[in-house]
């Protein structure tokens, strides 16, 4: 089995939450860094393979991950044998997908709201 390659810019949350479990776990990673702020999530070539221009996008053998959620679950599955960041008990592991779909539905959507605010519309918060 070959390592995961993660594309990334690590200005990114959602990047850095890949980050941290990739360290928590010692997880041998291929990083390739996507510079957001030179827009290098349109080249050709990373358009090709992720059509939505967003990191982290994570390869592993046949698996092509563009949602950071996804990633975690599937690095825990794959990498934590102990179970000390994904359980083996049902009940635990609803209550991390509980945190995870929180993040992804309602808080990082509003710091995303914050970031275009300021970025693009250049709003003073
Ligand atoms: N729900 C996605 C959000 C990913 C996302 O929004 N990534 C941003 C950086 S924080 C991105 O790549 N933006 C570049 C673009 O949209 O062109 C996840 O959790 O992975």
Known sequence: MS???????DRSPPVRSCLML???????VELRFVDLFKGAQFDKDFL???????VPTLVHN????????????????HFDEAGKWWPKEYADRMKVFNRLFF????????DSDLMVLSR?????L
């Open 3 to 9: 390592a995961p390659i993660l594309y990334y810019d």
């Open 48 to 54: 090709a393979l992720n059509p939505q221009h967003s």
């Open 22 to 28: 990739i360290k928590m776990l010692n997880i041998n």
């Open 120 to 124: 693009r519309v250049n709003c003073k």
């Open 103 to 110: 993040e992804c539905s309602f808080l990082f959507r509003r």
């Open 62 to 77: 046949e698996l092509l991950l563009t949602d950071s959620h996804v990633i975690l679950i599937h690095l825990a599955e």
